[in-house]
């Protein structure tokens, strides 16, 4: 399998990394508008380098293309990819709302190509754990669930997308979309959404949010992410059930910490990404696992329909937040 990755950012240069040591799989170029970040990252794995996603599908033979590129930019590369019969790997979240979302699944249904998408926290043991626990019901049914993602102080990053919610959707569709995709794949659907935010106040650096999530289960999780907890990026989750109590804290692993307060766009580098005591971190396993998955012709555990749930409720949180009410999701899926 040959693969191209565009987008060399935080996560571009993670799944180079990760492609290094995955077997029967070889990165063989890579794309990026500043050609000097591209240049560093092609002559340290020694591959080619391209300005554009374009360039680099004319001149390479590529099986998979990998688009790490910042959230509104991905239909655009997604479907350019497609159309070019190449495999996609995209980051996520899928896209910037569901009719994004739905054309690019489209768009590899008609080229027939996979389209995979980069929710690697079903990768991460404890949540995997989390989720087989909570189905042998030995816990017995799900009560309510809290969920936490954040820390690092605000992610700076190309052209300081993450600070524009066009883009970037903010916190709510960036970054604790990670716990709507693990909840949605533990419990089911969601019925009904409610959710607070600092969003829309003049700094947006210092965002915090705070969903609701009422299950079609029963079950009510309250899923809390934030950019302003500077203590170093962390997540935990807490499964409060029938029989039982099930909890992580990332954070207990480590006992010596230190933290440092980041100003200024000068002094940040990327966005804090987190990190996992295993071998094989989750990114190179969900990478492994999408290139497995196309050698056997299997679909991918996290196909662009299964993220298309997870841009729901993430869009149905957006819409609570801006109008105070609660959003209901099941009628508007049929
Ligand atoms: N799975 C995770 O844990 C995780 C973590 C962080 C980010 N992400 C996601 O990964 C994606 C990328 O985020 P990031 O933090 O790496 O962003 P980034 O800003 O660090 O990197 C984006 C790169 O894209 C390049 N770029 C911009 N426009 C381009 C174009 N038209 N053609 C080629 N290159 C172009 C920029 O020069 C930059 O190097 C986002 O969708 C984000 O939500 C996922």
Known sequence: MKVGIVGLGTMGTTHAASYQRIADCELVAVADIQLERC????????????ASLGEMLASETLDVVDVCLPTHLHRE???MAAAAGKHVFCEKPLARNRQEGEAMVEACRKAGVTLGIGHVVRFFPEYRRAKEIIESGQLGKVGTVYTYRGGGGF?????DWYANYQWSGGLTLD???HDFDFLRWTLGEVKRV???ST???AYNRLEHVLVSLRFESGAIANVEGSWLDIG????KFEFACEKGLLTYNSKDATSFRSYQQRTGLESVQGVAVPESVVDKDPYTQEL??????LKRGEEPLISGDGALGAVDIAMAALESIKTGNPVTLSSERG
């Open 39 to 50: 240049k560093t990252v092609a002559e340290r794995y020694g591959v080619r380098s391209y």
């Open 77 to 79: 590369h997604v479907e």
């Open 155 to 159: 992610p700076m990053a190309w052209q």
């Open 175 to 177: 970054m604790i979309i």
């Open 194 to 196: 409610y959710a607070k």
């Open 199 to 201: 969003f829309g106040r």
């Open 232 to 235: 170093g990026f962390g997540t």
């Open 288 to 293: 492994e696992h999408f290139v497995g998955c």
